[in-house]
C-alpha cells in the first residue's frame, strides 16, 4: 500500500484543518489506518485510527478535537481537525495494517504502511 499525506498548512490557535491520506495500490478500506503524529524532540505519537467497519479510536491528547473518517469512495482516510493548538504542531503521518488484521492498535510499531508526512503548524 502506498500512502500520501496531505492538507497539513500553517494556521492561528482555534482553527480547523484537513488532512487527508490516500492509498494507491489497494482498496484502503481493506486497512486499519491511523493518523500518528511527531514534534520535533519527541517520540510519534498516536493520533487515531478507524477500522475498515469505520470504528474509531483516539488519542487522548485529541479526543473531541480531532474526527477520523473514510471517503471509501475517494478511497481516502481523512482527519479533521478542529480547536487546534500550538501544541497539535508535528509532522503529520498516516499509517496503515496489513489488509488481514481488523484490530485497531496505538503503538507505530504495529502499522506496516506509512506516507511520508505532513506538516502542521499552530502559531499561538
Known amino acids: 500500500v502506498q500512502l500520501q499525506a496531505s492538507g497539513g498548512g500553517l494556521v492561528q490557535a482555534g482553527d480547523s484543518l484537513r488532512l487527508s491520506c490516500t492509498a494507491s495500490?489497494?482498496?484502503?478500506?481493506?486497512?486499519?489506518t491511523a493518523w500518528f503524529r511527531q514534534a520535533p524532540g519527541k517520540e510519534r505519537e498516536f493520533v487515531a485510527a478507524?477500522?475498515?467497519?469505520?470504528?474509531?479510536i483516539y488519542g487522548a491528547s485529541v479526543a473531541g478535537r480531532y474526527t477520523i473518517s473514510r471517503d471509501n469512495a475517494k478511497n481516502t482516510v481523512d482527519l479533521q481537525m478542529n480547536s487546534l493548538k500550538p501544541e497539535d504542531t508535528a509532522v503529520y503521518y498516516c499509517a496503515a495494517r496489513g489488509s488481514s488484521i481488523t484490530v485497531m492498535h496505538r503503538t507505530a510499531r504495529s502499522y506496516a504502511y506509512w506516507g511520508q508526512g505532513t506538516q502542521v503548524t499552530v502559531s499561538s
Open positions: 495500490g489497494r482498496t484502503l478500506s481493506n486497512h486499519v
Open positions: 478507524i477500522s475498515g467497519s469505520s470504528s474509531t
